[in-house]
C-alpha cells in the first residue's frame, strides 16, 4: 500500500509574496511616521514663535533698557513657552531650534524681533505660509528670510523693499521662499 505524502506549509513563492507585502507596508508605515514627526516639528515652532511673541510683547511694553538683547529680560519676567530652556544666547527647544529675542529702538515705538534659527527647508517653507496676523491683532510687522543679523533683518523688514521679507498684508511668494529657505536658515519676525 502506498502512504499518501500530506503537504502541510507554504510554497518558497508563498512565503516571498508575503514578505514583499510586508515590506511595502513598512516602507509605506515609515514614510507616514516620518511625515507626522516633520508636521508635528513644524506646528512645534510655530506654536513656540507666536506663544513668545505674544508674551514677549507684554513684558517689552515695561522694557526701559537700551536696544539689545532681550532675552535675559525675558527669561527674568518668564515669559517664553515652557518648552523653550534659556541660555544666555537665547532660547532652544527639543528640536535644537533656536530662538534670539533682540528690542530695536525705532523712534520712541516698541520693536522686537524674534530671530529663529536652525529651522530646515521644509519648516521654513510653512512657516512663511502661517498666518501670525497684522499689527492690530498681533503686534506682527514683518518677517524675513536668510539676513546676516538680527539687526540687518529688523532694518530691512522696516524699509521693506528686500525681496526677502514680507510685510503683512504681502507675502513671500513660493517660489521666491523655494530660493530663500535652506537648511539652517534663519527667519526674522518683527513684532510691536
Known sequence: MKKKCMQNG??????LGVLAIIGILTVGGFNLVMKAQTHQKINEVTDNLTTLARKVR???RDYTGAAGSL???????????????????????RNDITYDIQYISEGGAILFVIGV???TTEMCMNMVNA????????????????????????TAIQAGTANNV???????TLD????LCTDGVAMYFAFR
Do not use: C, H, Q, W
Not at 10 to 15: D, L
Not at 176 to 179: D, G, L, P, Q, R
Open 10 to 15: 507554504r510554497s518558497m513563492i508563498e512565503m
Open 58 to 60: 507684554v513684558v517689552a
Open 71 to 93: 532675552n535675559s529680560y525675558v527669561n527674568t519676567g518668564r515669559a517664553f513657552p515652557d518648552s523653550l530652556e534659556y541660555s544666555s544666547s537665547g532660547f532652544t527647544d
Open 117 to 119: 534659527s536652525g529651522l
Open 131 to 154: 498666518n501670525y496676523g497684522n499689527k492690530a491683532t498681533s503686534g506682527f510687522v514683518g518677517m524675513s528670510i536668510g539676513d546676516a543679523d538680527i539687526t540687518a533683518a529688523a
Open 166 to 172: 514680507a510685510i503683512p498684508p504681502a507675502t513671500i
Open 176 to 179: 521666491k521662499a523655494a530660493t
